[in-house]
């Protein structure tokens, strides 16, 4: 019921923007998150916005990434800037509603590499 978008190949210090975009009979969706998992790695938080716009960034994408949403397409964006080999990982969003549903989407890859 969620589908990410626009993973995909970029060079060192380049720029993707993800979307994620959850089906519209979900309804209720508080906060929208992303996660990334690099190989070998455990899942990450990446960033989060809630439904009225407050935004936490994990720190290793602080100062080069931003989070935002279109809530009436129920669509959450993930402007990625100055991206690094170490950024490469598989993305995922999820997305949580006021009834405590949790929806995931089922990740778009992201390599950085030259």
């Known amino acids: 019921q969620l589908q990410a978008f626009g993973g995909g190949l970029v060079q060192p210090g380049g720029s993707l923007r993800l979307s994620c975009v959850a089906s519209?009979?979900?309804?209720?969706?508080?906060?929208m998150t992303w996660y990334r998992q690099a190989p070998g790695k455990q899942r990450e938080l990446v960033a989060l916005?809630?439904?009225?716009?407050?935004?936490n960034y994990g720190d290793s994408v602080k100062g080069r990434s931003a989070i935002s949403r279109d809530n009436a397409k129920n669509t959450v964006y993930l402007q990625m800037n100055s991206l690094k080999p170490e950024d490469t990982a598989v993305y995922y969003c999820?997305?949580?509603?006021?009834?405590?549903?949790?929806?995931w989407g089922q990740g778009t890859k992201v390599t950085v590499s030259s």
């Open positions: 519209q009979t979900i309804i209720g969706i508080n906060t």
């Open positions: 916005i809630t439904r009225g716009g407050d935004t």
């Open positions: 999820r997305m949580d509603t006021w009834r405590g549903n949790t929806y």
